[in-house]
């Protein structure tokens, strides 16, 4: 895709309860989502440490619905202040709800970008699995019991949270890099898996308590391809773009560059039926600002596989996953600075059935 551009932006939808009614009264109409936080130094010092390791965990349930509210938390490496961890957490105050939470010395976002539903590009990689470049409902800002916002902290939520936890029970460190938008340089952040499948099971496999733990895995190993193709599209039980390469410099970043192409790799999982991608095509919307204001625009182009011609699309099939690497370049300018790639895909398969993604891709301004 050459045109003007392209990338994805995050946000979160939470708010302390004076400042949602006085930004409700503003006109700002946005869902709340409230997280409570624990003091994570306090959970590490009453927490049970896995001996010669950095992780410790706590056992726990509520006193009242016996809900597991237990946790896991792994110290950073490189760290020697103690104040970056990393927490995997069984429930949401008394609700039980896998969740995870990122604490760091630096800060992550401010309180005005938190209201604004505005958060830091994150990218994570388990192993040596390819890097996940997490999409805005992946994240969340978090508050503390007061509902003050916690600006060194960032929470994730969801799929992503149970392939972290599947991949550290499988021995796979995880690495966390943070890129702000206030600019600056990028944080990175080594959480060790030595200790965390004692402290797992230690929680219950974060399940509730009568059940045995069982391995974190984000999804059950989809079946054998049928011989026959089914009626429909595969289920699409995920979709992500991994980090994108610079095709210059080779350099893997977590979205685009602006003035430099890139090749990025879309990732769809399925559940196959048997069905076969034949044809996808591509289309975009990007996200700016200027002069004060935000917009958006459709681009005109489209890009398609089996390509025609201009620019190429690639596609790879691996068991259940779709990939398709996407050439993207987002031009740079002074007055008008592009903030996302927003991607809508639709893949075609050979039994006539049609299934379409969308995913946002975050733009950084160029150098």
Known sequence: MDSESCGAEGAIRFAARTRSRLRHSEGMNRPLLLLASLALSGVALAATRVPGTFTYYSAA?????????????????????????????????????????????????????????????????????????????????????????LTRNIGLQGGV????????????????????????QALTYTFPARGFDVAWAGVNGCQSYGRAATAAAPRATPPASPATPAAGAPKFTEWYFTACRDTV???????????????????????????????????????????????KLTLPGVDRWPSTGGTVTRFRQEGSRLTFTLPLNVRARAERVYTSLNVTGKVTFDNGSVKSVYEPLPVRPGN
């Open 161 to 184: 949270v149970r392939q972290i936890a599947a991949g550290l029970n499988a021995g796979k460190r995880l690495v966390v890099r943070v890129n702000r938008r206030t600019g600056g």
């Open 249 to 295: 410099s080779g350099a893997s970043r977590a979205g685009l560059v602006a003035g430099r192409a890139h090749l990025c790799d879309l990732v769809i999982e399925t559940v196959p039926n048997g069905a076969r991608p034949v044809a996808a095509e591509f289309r975009y919307e990007l996200e700016y600002r200027e002069g004060g204001r935000t917009g």
């Open 61 to 149: 349930r509520d006193p009242i619905t016996d809900a597991n509210t237990g946790s896991v938390v792994i110290d950073e490496v490189n760290d020697t202040s103690g104040q970056t961890r990393f927490a995997l957490r069984c429930a949401d105050r008394d609700r039980p709800a896998l969740w995870a939470t990122l604490t760091t010395k630096n800060a992550l976002l401010s309180e005005d970008e938190a209201y604004a539903g505005l958060k830091p590009a994150v990218t994570i990689r388990l192993g040596d699995d390819p890097a996940v470049v997490l999409r805005d409902s992946d994240l969340v800002s978090v508050v503390d019991t007061r509902e003050n916002v």
